[in-house]
């Protein structure tokens, strides 16, 4: 791992402890540049003056002391990594500072070159990690909320609603309060066809299932519409879910049923035709589609006899 030009903020007010961290980083980074600060004043200023890689932090200053240090650190410049240094007494809250934020922690009477930038390489990693994942889920945030197709995702017990996003409420009419007390059941009217697993394999070459349902849909004025489902597993805050897209098919499947009447009548009207012969083809000279009885060779256009 290069760390050509990694910039380090030490925040340590013992100087004696600073020293040795300060060898420790020479040994292991010598192409780093170090800055110092006794205060967490002073370690406020670097990093709104510098660009800081990593910060280590002690957490008893004179102006700063305990979780609130680092907090205050942490608010100030989220995007660094912070690794704290502790005495043995302060291993408590060195593992409560791990779960607000901060990367790992280390106590000074285990310190060493090794340990030190070991810490400091995987906490820098996971802070990138960690950065990508934010960025990944901000990005699919906001493909959610501003997708033009009704979306949501939904608790795979309960199937109550756990998100929803603008495109649905203005669909369905209801407050994003009020569909988040809803399951996918408050909705359904009648179940239309048969479930239809689908799959496919995402770039990372997992197969992913999901499925397409077609459902009647009651709006919240209780207008009944015809929606067409497709949803895959997902996890959303440790929970397993299933996020659905509703596509309103109402009007294609009104067509198709108009059109199905239309041919149906024809065929009746045809059939019943008295001493004659009905025919329906496409362009193109012959190519007949429907034909009853005896049919003229005549293009474009349907001949009685």
């Known amino acids: 791992m290069r760390q050509l030009n990694l910039h380090i903020l030490v925040i340590e007010d013992n100087p004696g402890d600073y020293i040795l961290v300060n060898e420790y980083l020479e040994e292991s980074f010598p192409n780093a540049v170090v800055f110092h600060a006794d205060t967490l004043a002073g370690g406020i200023e670097f990093l709104e003056k510098e660009k800081i890689d990593v910060t280590l932090l002690d957490l008893t200053l004179p102006d700063g002391m305990g979780i609130e240090s680092f907090n205050t650190i942490n608010a100030k410049a989220p995007g660094v990594p912070v690794i704290i240094l502790t005495g043995l007494g302060d291993t408590q ?8 934020g901060a990367q790992d922690y280390i106590v000074k009477d285990d310190l060493s070159p090794q340990v030190l930038a070991k810490s400091i390489r995987y906490g820098i990693e996971r802070s990138k990690t960690r950065e990508r994942l934010k960025k990944s889920e901000e990005q699919y945030k906001f493909l959610f909320d501003h997708n033009p197709l009704p979306m949501c995702a939904y608790h795979n017990t309960t199937h109550r609603f756990l998100k929803v996003n603008e495109a649905a409420l203005a669909h369905y009419g209801y407050t994003e309060e009020e569909f988040l ?28 299932a999901e499925h397409s349902v077609d459902y009647k849909h009651r709006k919240k004025n209780g207008d009944i519409i015809d929606v067409e489902i497709r949803s895959h597993e997902i996890v959303i805050e440790d929970q397993k879910a299933c996020l659905a897209v509703f596509h309103d098919v109402t009007e294609r499947n009104k067509a198709k049923e108009q059109l199905r009447e239309s041919e149906q009548m024809f065929r009746t ?3 019943n035709f008295p001493n004659g012969a009905v025919a329906i083809f496409k362009q193109g000279p012959y190519h007949f589609v429907y034909s009853r009885k005896r049919v003229s060779h005549t293009r474009g256009r349907c001949v009685l006899f």
């Open 181 to 208: 007390q809803l399951t996918i059941e408050n909705l359904e009217q009648d179940y239309s066809e048969g479930d239809q697993k689908l799959q496919h394999t995402n770039n990372k070459g997992v197969t992913i």
């Open 269 to 271: 009207i045809s059939e």
């Open 93 to 100: 809250l060195a593992l409560e500072s791990l779960q607000v």
